[in-house]
């Protein structure tokens, strides 16, 4: 049995009861947690829209404050978000989390230093500019 710096590793939840661990941010199919260190806003990706094709996102704060802005209506295969799309907002405190559904536009943006927990399915996400 061996440790493993959190921020340094990816877990890997397989089929049949497994988990493994690695150094591959994701693995397509297969649900994968992963453990942040938000220093700085840049840290997050702002300036970008973050969207999961192949599943949910759940969110954990452990520390810190983030605020997790999301388009409100599901993906329909625009490569942008519209500057007047609804969107929702939730500011995440210690301990506090939130499941961004499949295919819904969202970003994360930085309150202060925050260690987040995110577990994902690996597979097809797409990245668009924040207009």
Aim: glycine share 6%; with cysteine; aromatic share 6%.
């Amino acid at each position: 049995m061996q440790t493993q710096k959190m921020h340094q590793t990816f877990i890997h939840i397989l089929e049949k009861n497994a988990i493994t661990q690695s150094t591959d941010r994701s693995v397509p199919g297969i649900c994968s947690l992963f453990f942040f260190s938000l220093q700085k806003a840049a840290d997050t990706h702002p300036d970008c829209w973050e969207l999961h094709t192949d599943g949910d996102e759940l969110l954990m704060v452990t520390k810190g404050e983030v605020l997790i802005e999301m388009v409100s209506a599901p993906y329909t295969g625009e490569d942008i978000v519209p500057a007047d799309a609804k969107k929702e907002q939730v500011l995440l405190e210690d301990g506090e989390l939130v499941i961004v559904p499949k295919g819904h536009w969202h970003r994360i943006l930085l309150k202060r230093k925050t260690e987040l927990i995110v577990a994902t399915f690996g597979g097809d996400s797409k990245m668009a500019t924040v207009n």
